[in-house]
Each structure stands twice: as structure tokens, then as C-alpha cells.
């Protein structure tokens, strides 16, 4: 792994893209994904990840096979097995155990699930904090928790600033009061990093436990859930794992929470699902979180993405994250705040994630020009955030460079003005 501190970054803005591409020791990652459009520059791999071509050939054996051949019998042959396999590996990625990570359902359900767990756990304590930086469905699937376990339980959603820095108010606001803590490791919109030992150890002081949301985070960001003494974490598979449009999501429990009940129980999440037996206790681990049948499809495709994560190394994707990061931010404060952005994302390495938010008032109009005219794909966030997502194991040095360009295209082509008063569904 190269740990970049303030000369190697240095060295990396000055030095030519090409020459950086030719010195990536993840370079070759790139070829194990579909790109069908070379021209395509896709900074989007924070939102939906891009296609592994083993994920393309899965497909096929898993539906001809697996489903048209075995039919019913893969579940004996092998579902049960690869489906935990899976999540055993996702755990490799995040710093848990064997049998500790599971997959279910989508993340805001798992997130629900979790919250819900605690809570009713200890119900003296009626504070349920989050900040507005946190994924609004996750913020959704707090309150609706909350009211879930009584009328007294109330979300708290601090106001802050998280592109300076957060963390005093939030260390603050965690007292006596607080069941649970739960955010977004890295925010959808700044890319603010928390520090999960940090808030972690502050909720542990106080008797609170702490829910994390990993997803964008998980196969980016070094996470070390056992080490860093974490209570629950959920997290999607479509983002950084490339586990596909739609593919489930992972929960995560750990051992001082093995009371904690899931309040969407069934089937399988019972101790034998197929004895179909309505009295037969839930599982004793984590298996406790599921509920009813997986979709196995998308479970099973999300292994090759997960695969490419584990063989680069999550360390070594994030050196390359925060090298693709700096010299994006170096570039566009050189050249994109005179055409009126400004950076919304933390300026300090270790406190993003692999995502960078400009601000600009006409975000979406930019937003579409560059996907309709400039064959590139960021994202926008209302009201006026433009995203650009690095994913390493795809994102080249060039491409960044040549980012800046289109953007600037943009504007010298008049694009601004034509998407003005375009209003796609999906920004
Ligand atoms: C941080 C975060 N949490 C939760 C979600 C929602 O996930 P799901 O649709 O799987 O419930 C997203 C979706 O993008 C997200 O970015």
C-alpha cells in the first residue's frame, strides 16, 4: 500500500496522468469490468458500481443452470452454502467473523431491522441519534422504528456542517439520553468520513449503542468492525462491491448484541427454516436478521464484485481512492471555481470517502450536459451538488484529467444553457 502524505500527493499532482495510470498497481483491474465505451468517463461507481465480466458470465450459469437445470435441488447442492459463503466474504472486507455478516433484504430494511433491535432492548433510554447529513431513508427508517417501539422514542437529527468538521456537535449531543447512534460512515452528499472508533467509544462511554451505515464505504474505506468495537452495521452491495442494480444488502451484529431480536421475523431466519415449523426459534446467530427468501439471483452476483475487492485489497484501494480524490480537488480549484463551483466535500484526505461534491447553482443543468453531450457520468444531489465518485478499481488517472475538460466544455459550449430546464426522474 502507498500512504500518501502531503509530498507524495504533491508528487502526484504534478506528475503527468498518464505516467500515474502507468505506475497503478491496481491498473489492471479495470480490464476485469465491462467497458463497452472506452470514451465513456463513469464517475458514478458511488451510486451503482460498474459490471465485473464475471458477473456476465455468472449470470448465465446461475439462470441455465442452477435455476433451468437443478431447479429446487441447488438449494441442497449449494444455495445455502454459497449464500453464506458470500457473506462471509463481505465480512473479510468489513473486519468481521466467519458467519457474522449476513445478507438480507435492502439496507434501509436491515438498518430498520437493527434499530428496532436495540430499542427494544433497553427501553429506559428514548434518543435515537443522526444527523442531517445521513441518508434520508435512513433517517425514514429511524423514525419509523422509533414510533415502532413507542410513542416517547424520538429521533434526533443534528444540524451540521459536515464539510468542516462535525464531530464536536455530535460528540456533544451522545449523553445518558441516547439508546442509539446510528449514521452514514461517509455522507451521500460531502463525502464526510466519520472516525468509527471515535463515535463509537464516545456512545460506548455513555451506555449507547452505535449503527453504522457502510455503504458508501464498504470496499473503499478500510473498516475493521471487531477491532474497532462496532455494534451493528448495515451496508449496500451495488456501490463500491459492484454487486448490481437492486443487489441486497448486509447486516452485521456483534457479540454483545446476540440478545437482540429481529422484529421481522420468519422462516429463514429461524433456527431449521425448513421445518417449517411457526414455534421454532429464531437462528442463534446472525442469521437471526433474515426474514424470508432471499433473492437469490442478485445474492449470488454479488460474489465477483466482492472477489475483485479482496484481491486488490482494501487498503490499496483507498491509497488510490484518495490519490484519484486529490488530484481532482487540486485540478478543479484550479479550474472549475472560476466557473462559479465551490468545493463541498472535506478538504482533508481522512475525513472523505471516495466521493467529491462541487456546489454550483445550475448543478443539474452541468449535471446532464455532461452525461447528454460530454460522455460522462456524475451525479447530482439536489439542491445544487454535483458528485464525482472514484472507484479505483476502475477510475484511471486520465480519466480524471480529462473530467476537468469536459466539464470546462461545458460551459465554453453553452451546455449550461441548453439542460437548464431539463428535469430528468433519476438526477
Ligand atoms: C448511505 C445509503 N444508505 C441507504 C441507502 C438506501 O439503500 P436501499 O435502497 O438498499 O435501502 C442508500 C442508497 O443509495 C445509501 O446511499
Known sequence: MVEYDSSSIKNIIQKDSKDLDSDDELAGFRSKFVIEDPNLIYLDGNSLGRLPIKTKELVQEIVSEQWGDRLIRSWNERWLEDTSRIGDKIGLVVGAKPGEVVIADSTSVCLYKAAVSVLLSDQERSVILTDD?????????????????????????????????????????????????????????????????????????????????????????????????????????????????????????????????????????????FGFDPDCQPDRDNRRFLTGTPPLISTLLIEPGVDLVIEAGVQNIRSKSVALSEMFLFKARQELLPLGFEIASPLEKNNRG??????????????????????????????????????????????????????????????????????????
Open 133 to 273: 447529513q445521513n441518508f434520508p431513508s435512513d433517517i425514514q427508517a429511524l423514525r419509523a422504528a422509533a414510533s415502532a417501539v413507542s410513542k416517547d422514542h424520538e429521533v434526533v437529527v443534528l444540524e451540521s456542517d459536515s464539510v468542516e468538521d462535525p464531530v464536536d456537535v455530535l460528540l456533544e449531543a451522545i449523553d445518558e439520553t441516547v439508546a442509539l447512534v446510528s449514521l452514514s460512515q461517509v455522507s451521500y452528499r460531502s463525502g464526510w468520513c466519520w472516525d468509527l472508533s471515535l463515535i463509537s467509544q464516545k456512545a460506548h462511554e455513555v451506555g449507547a449503542k452505535v449503527l453504522w451505515d457502510l455503504s458508501h464505504s464498504v470496499g473503499v474505506v478500510p473498516i475493521d468492525l471487531r477491532g474497532e468495537e462496532i455494534d451493528l452495521a448495515v451496508g449496500c452491495t451495488y456501490k463500491y462491491l459492484n454487486g448490481g442494480p437492486g443487489a441486497p444488502a448486509f447486516i452485521y451484529a456483534s457479540e454483545n448484541c446476540k440478545d437482540f431480536i429481529n422484529p421481522i421475523a420468519g422462516w429463514y431466519g429461524s433456527k431449521n427454516p
Open 354 to 427: 471516495s466521493h467529491v461534491a462541487l456546489s454550483h447553482s445550475s448543478a443539474l443543468a452541468i449535471g446532464q450536459a455532461l452525461i447528454n453531450e460530454q460522455s460522462t457520468i456524475p451525479d447530482v444531489r439536489p439542491p445544487d451538488l454535483v458528485r464525482f465518485g472514484f472507484a479505483p478499481l476502475y477510475t484511471t488517472f486520465t480519466e480524471i484529467e480529462e473530467c476537468i475538460s469536459r466539464i470546462k466544455n461545458v460551459f465554453e459550449g453553452g451546455g449550461v444553457s441548453r439542460w437548464e430546464n431539463s428535469h430528468p426522474i433519476v438526477p
